[in-house]
């Protein structure tokens, strides 16, 4: 059989017309700037709405599915509430236009709402569903709602909270690793889309951050909790690269650095990458998630 040729072709260059990062969208500057933060009651959410408001934006307007908690950080920060449930999209584009009625428009939304879950593919449907509709769908009603306010005033930046997950892999978490590559490939496939019409995208992708999401590792083996907690960074430093991100327009916010360098490792050599994390799964897990030792 005749050897695939394909990918040994060089790319024509009118698919890739320069190396990188042109051309670009918006790189903003957060002073006097709306903002609006989904999931914002809590960790990366709240730490993002005190450093913009920090930074000098006109109002950060601080939303999460539980209600009490939006109030207490936008009181805490100087910005403003509002009860949103994500996965809800009547509630989303309500808001939205709410917030754009009052304030003339949204610069920088920020779609950071979301959910671990833990398990394999025999993890319920429900909770698959469920983890599909926060940490993907929501993503796609909210901008599907905001796009078109931004593309008339030619400008509005996004910022999706993604995860290390949806670049390389989460152990033990099907449903967490799946929606998140689905959450990077949005945001990826929005920033080549509307890039050349004015609009900013970063896709926001830590490792471990000191939050109370890492409370799902609780019942993990001590293995998988060391290594956890290991690498786990404080809030306010993904809220400060998230910040630069937006200022300089980079795609991918990595505030743990060696993310990039997996990443980079495993488009090199896949199959090098895969015996690697089986490796780690079985270190971590000292069992397969199915249960098996
Ligand atoms: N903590 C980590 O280690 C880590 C690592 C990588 C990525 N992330 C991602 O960062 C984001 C923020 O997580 P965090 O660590 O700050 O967790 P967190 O649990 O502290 O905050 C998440 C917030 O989202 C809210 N939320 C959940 N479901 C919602 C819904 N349906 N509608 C609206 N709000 C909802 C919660 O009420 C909570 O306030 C998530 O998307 C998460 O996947 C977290």
New binding site residues.
Partial sequence: MAPLQVWSAPLPSTVYPLPYGLPKGIALEINDRVVVI??G?????AAMARRFMDDGAATVVV????GA?ARAVAADVGGEPAT????DEDATAALIREIEDTHGGIDILCL?????TDGSVDAPNEDWQRTWD??VM?HVYATRHALPAMLERGEGYIVT?????GLLTNIGAAPYSVT?HAAVALAEWLSVTYGSRGIGVSCLC????D????DAFAGHTHEMRDWVENL?ID?DDVAAAVAEGIREEKFLILPHPVVLDYFQRKALDYDRWIAGMRTLNQDLTRKDVDGRP
Avoid: E, Q, W, Y
């Avoid at 830590?206 to 951050?209: I, N």
């Avoid at 939050?211 to 890492?214: E, S």
């Fill in positions: 989904t999931g009651g809590s960790g990366i959410g939303t999460d599915i539980d908690a949103l449930d994500v996965t950071n709402a979301g959910i671990p926060v940490n929501a909270t993604a995860s290390a997950a998140k830590p490792m471990f951050v939050t109370p999401m890492l786990a809030v």
